[in-house]
């Protein structure tokens, strides 16, 4: 089992494409295979390296690795089609040695009034073959003395059918007759899509063919071409396309697209590999959290829908959040950490930093969904707002009451370093002012959060207080204690 991903380096790396990819990871680890990684870039235009160099960082931050591949290397190197022009040039000489193809002299605005006139006349527009008449040797001599030229394909005369099994949709037939001669090297000396990936496919012998079901109707020349060079055709299985809820394929308009973007926004790369394993496959008894190495275990191409695939951006956010509660805290916080660096909540990556941000996850796990969410949840312990706290408090009428009782009875308790401390303080306060639950609660919590709404206190006060210790050395922005903040909205008596 030999397959590939052969994404082209023209900008980001596209969930649809990710989830080819995925598809053909997940084929190869299962059945012990080779997972390839090709980067068709003979589109030198559209094409560049920062693309390439993005899309691997993507794919790595995905975990779908490869075994051979630009950077790994391998016994089929090299795996760059611009590398490999050589080659493209040899095979076609072969072709055309051999009669499977010929030079087309045709220039652009004869193949648009052929174009033209067969659209008139309500035919199919397919080029007519006039240039296959030419001579060969007159055709080189006119090459040789510079005459720009494309080399066509000599599709067999007669009306054949090409037929194919493909894995996911079945059987597909299309007849000879309406595949006109077909530019396999253009006049510059690119070699055309079809031709290069057939060339590749063949020498890096792969097996199964995984692509988007925009390529369907490229197999059929593609299998011309195999038969032409006496090379046995891959399998073949062509996914249905990622849509959008209004069902037009995935684009920006739908939102976000590119790996980067979700990497950005705070999705872990499990959540999204798992999401996308569901965009067209079922793992069975329908479960939706599925490690992946069971995904590897239940993988296969028959179980693959052929129906299209809607994007459910809200099932994602929920399936992200299933993996921030599943993963390790120490993982989350580590993937946290650039988000709150960027708020400049954290200011180094120091062990003290990395466990206080661990210590506050209970409190974020379960309302957010993404990572970026991760410091609005926690913004109260680093940029409470004094005035805005004072505010919040006055507008309760027994505001002002509440928080002095409770700021007596913390005078007394000390820093409420865990729940019972925190309890205790609170019931304490009750007895001083005689105030009790939202009237108590309420003003307690604006004080201490500058926020009519957050966390549940007795989780969000002892990590006020845990912060208020670390030293400046932590790398952690500074937290006021609960005293202080009491302090500041209650006036010292
Ligand atoms: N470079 C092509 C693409 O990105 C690959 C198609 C194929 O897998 O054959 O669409």
Redesign the pocket.
């Known amino acids: 089992m030999r397959v590939?991903f052969?994404?082209?380096p023209t900008g980001q790396l596209h969930v649809g494409?990710v989830r080819t990819a995925l598809f053909n990871w997940l084929l190869a680890r299962r059945h012990g295979g080779t997972f390839i990684l090709r980067i068709?870039d003979t589109d030198r235009e559209r094409s560049t390296r920062a693309s390439e160099t993005a899309m691997i960082a993507d794919l790595r931050w995905l975990g779908l690795t490869w075994d051979e591949g630009p950077d790994a290397g391998g016994p089929f190197a090299p795996y760059r089609q611009s590398e490999r022009t050589a080659r493209y040039d040899e095979v076609a000489a072969d072709l055309r040695a051999r009669g499977r193809a010929y030079f087309c002299f045709c220039t652009p605005a004869q193949l648009e009034d052929e174009r033209q006139a067969a659209l008139a006349s309500g035919r199919p527009p397919r080029y007519s073959g006039r240039c296959r008449a030419i001579d060969p040797a007159e055709a080189a001599r006119r090459v040789e003395a510079g005459e720009p030229a494309a080399l066509r394909f000599a599709v067999p005369e007669g009306d054949r059918d090409v037929t194919f099994h493909d894995a996911v949709r079945g059987d597909v037939t299309v007849n000879t007759s309406i595949i006109g001669d077909f530019v396999i090297v253009r006049s510059g000396g690119s070699p055309a899509?079809n031709f290069a990936?057939v060339v590749d496919d063949a020498d890096m012998q792969v097996t199964t063919?995984i692509?988007?079901e925009?390529?369907i109707s490229n197999t059929p020349r593609q299998l011309l071409i195999y038969e032409a060079l006496g090379q046995p055709a891959p399998a073949f299985a062509h996914l249905s396309l990622v849509l959008g809820a209004d069902h037009a394929p995935l684009s920006k308009r739908h939102g976000v697209t590119s790996v980067s973007e979700f990497r950005a926004r705070g999705y872990l790369p499990e959540a999204l590999v798992n999401y996308l394993a569901l965009l067209g496959w079922s793992p069975g008894e329908g479960e939706e959290i599925v490690p992946i190495d069971e995904m590897i275990r239940r993988f296969d191409l028959s179980t693959v829908s052929h129906s299209a695939a809607v994007f459910d951006f809200d099932k994602l956010a929920w399936m992200n959040r299933q993996y921030m509660r599943r993963l390790p805290a120490s993982r989350i916080a580590a993937d946290a950490m650039p988000y709150l660096q960027q708020r400049g909540v954290v200011t180094g990556a120091t062990a003290e930093a990395l466990a206080y941000v661990e210590s506050l996850l209970p409190m974020v796990v379960g309302s957010v969904d993404r990572l970026e969410e991760i410091g609005d949840r926690v913004a109260f312990l680093f940029a409470w707002d004094a005035a805005e706290a004072r505010r919040l408090v006055e507008v309760e009428s027994d505001g002002p009451r509440a928080v002095e009782a409770f700021a007596e009875a913390v005078r007394a308790t000390g820093p409420l370093v865990d729940r019972e401390t925190f309890r205790a303080a609170a019931t304490r306060a009750r007895e001083l002012c005689g105030l009790k639950g939202r009237a108590l609660f309420h003003p307690i919590r604006v004080a201490l959060t500058a926020a009519d709404s957050g966390p549940e206190l007795d989780i969000a006060v002892p990590a006020i207080e845990r912060g208020a210790t670390l030293p400046a050395s932590a790398g952690v922005a500074r937290v006021s204690s609960c005293l202080e903040r009491l302090r500041a909205v209650a006036g010292q008596r």
Do not use: M
């Open positions: 590939r052969a994404p082209s494409n068709e899509y990936v063919v692509r988007g925009d390529h």
